[in-house]
């Protein structure tokens, strides 16, 4: 799974170039706007500052070839794993708005020790056949 990011200047592009998976989207807000599977072929596009992941199914890798619309530099801003903007919001102000300590935000923080691409058997969708994606 490539950890869930969102991009601040530009919406993403994706072309499945191999195999198959699961492209999850949610709105800003936090509720889902797209779960789909998707195969070679298939095309999707995530609008800026729309959260969303790539999960590959347990049949196979899932290659796709991903880009972005805009003439800025655009950095994604990950959500979890070792590179997650959470890194950079460390705070005791920022542990008080989730309930937490500092010391037990911070373990949650440096749990995930993956940056990219995190390992997620347990998401993964089943091996089944993809129609029309």
């Given amino acids: 799974m490539m950890a ?3 991009n601040p200047t530009a919406t993403e592009y994706g072309i499945v170039l191999h195999g198959t998976g699961t492209i999850q989207i949610v709105y800003p807000n936090g509720t889902l706007a797209l779960n789909t599977k998707v195969r070679e072929a298939s095309v999707f596009w995530v609008p800026r500052y729309f959260p969303f992941c790539q999960i590959a199914s347990k049949s196979g890798p899932f290659e796709f ?30 542990a008080a708005a989730f309930g937490l300590t500092t010391e037990r935000f911070r373990e949650i923080v440096d749990a995930q020790r ?13 091996d089944e056949e993809v129609k029309g994606a």
């Fill in 4 to 6: 869930p990011h969102l």
């Fill in 114 to 126: 993956e940056s990219v691409i995190i390992p997620t058997p347990a998401a993964a969708p089943p």
């Fill in 65 to 94: 070839f991903g880009f972005t619309t805009s003439s800025y530099r655009n950095s994604p801003q990950f959500l979890v794993g070792a590179n997650s903007i959470l890194q950079t919001m460390r705070g005791s102000e920022f």
